[in-house]
């Protein structure tokens, strides 16, 4: 499975008719790093999300996020971020995806809390359609995500009793389907943006001496200084064996105090990077808050081109990010995978997401220039509010002690 867009609506913190896109929408070449799934239909392998402090980038991968968990069969009311959804909204969410049987879907749902009191699964499915149409009657890029009713396959209300109401009526479709058709794998790593710890785990039933071998070349790229990194179950307790090229060897129980050992950028590109090779084996979609936090420009380019190269990323995999640096913009060779986000607090609309491509035509302009001198607007902190604050400041420090 392949997700293709979303569309949002009737969230509190978001503006109506959201919509994120990961198809290009732009002039596809022979020579492009986009991922072939169809006629009209590439993916962009990369999708940047790019704003200033709280623009609202985080909230938009929380999104993203639930949206991967609803495909993923997940009930409503063991959601992550169930907290985006608010009592009294009505909580629209059309979220198209492509299997490898040729077909194209949209899954519409509607989203609401109950109104009774003491419901112990107070989030749920008020209406749900499901459409399905064969590729091939995809003839132009404006046709993909048009469904007609012909196409409904499905609607709530005659799936029967057997589905919970919190419970997507896709869970029907896996039960008619082979599995593999309805897989999306996917990382979320939101979690540990201001925590950087290497996450990783031997599985519950390892015996004593069962052990994970980190990779040596990537632990040679990240910290040449570090000769091997083993991670074991010794009495019971997993055990990290780090061994250093300079003969020194450290023992340690806690993933926390590997940092005293290992730098900031090692523990994140470990992480990072074993994460992503899981994600290019999947085809799956990699979610990663900050990418700039704990890297420096190289790490994130490289890291970027193992999604963009077709030998390193032959299934498709899909890399969602976002970052304050306008700079990562001019690594990109294309408008359509770079999305601004921005809350509009002046008019109340909420959070807003613009494609670069709606904005800005030419792909021969510098993106962190445009970007940096708000020619497009919403991208740079407000220098009026600045100008108050150094008022501020100076009446601060000039005042006796």
């Not at 604050?389 to 006796?400: G, H, I, P, T, W």
Request: charged share 25%.
């Amino acid at each position: 499975m392949k997700l293709l867009r979303i569309e949002a609506s009737g969230f509190e913190l978001f503006e109506n008719n959201l919509t994120i896109n990961f198809l290009a929408k732009q002039r596809v070449t022979d020579d492009s790093s986009l991922y072939h799934l169809f006629q009209k239909g590439d993916l962009n392998p990369i999708n940047a999300l790019i704003g200033i402090n709280a623009s609202g980038k985080t909230s938009t991968l929380k999104l993203i996020c639930t949206v991967l968990e609803i495909l993923n069969f997940t009930p409503l009311n063991y959601l992550k971020y169930k907290d985006l959804f608010k009592e009294g909204h009505n909580h629209k969410l059309c979220i198209y995806f492509y299997t490898e049987d040729g077909m194209l879907h949209k899954l519409e749902s509607e989203i609401v809390f109950s109104d009774e009191s003491g419901v112990e699964s107070p989030l749920y499915f008020s209406e749900e359609y499901l459409y399905s149409k064969k590729v091939t009657s995809v003839k132009s890029k404006s046709q993909v995500f048009e469904f007609t009713n012909s196409s409904l396959v499905t609607e709530r209300k005659n799936v029967g009793l057997l589905l919970t109401d919190d419970t997507s009526i896709l869970y029907k479709l896996k039960k008619e389907v082979d599995n593999d058709l309805l897989s999306l794998n996917y990382i979320n790593s939101i979690h540990f943006t201001n925590i950087n710890v290497l996450n990783f785990k031997l599985p519950d039933s390892s015996d004593n001496g069962s052990k994970f071998v980190f990779p040596v070349n990537l632990i040679h790229f990240l910290d040449p200084s570090v000769e091997s990194l083993e991670l074991r179950k010794i009495n019971k307790l997993e055990t990290y064996l780090l061994k250093f090229k300079n003969g020194q060897e450290f023992s340690v129980n806690s993933p926390m105090d590997l940092g005293n050992y290992l730098s900031s950028g090692s523990i994140k590109g470990l992480y990072i990077y074993l994460s992503a090779m899981q994600i290019l084996k999947s085809g799956g979609i990699l979610i990663l808050d900050e990418i700039e936090n704990h890297f420096n420009q190289e790490l994130v380019k490289t890291l970027l081109s193992l999604f963009e190269r077709k030998r390193t990323n032959p299934n498709g995999a899909v890399i969602v990010f976002t970052t304050h640096y306008a700079e990562l913009l001019d690594l990109f060779d294309r408008n359509d995978c770079i999305n601004l986000v921005r809350h509009n607090y002046q008019n109340n609309t909420g959070i807003s997401i613009r494609n670069l491509s709606d904005l800005l035509e030419r792909n021969d302009l510098k993106r962190s220039d445009v970007y940096k001198s708000d020619y497009i607007g919403g991208t740079s902190p407000s220098y009026s509010s600045y100008k108050l604050f150094e008022k501020d400041l100076l009446a601060f420090v000039s005042n006796d002690r």
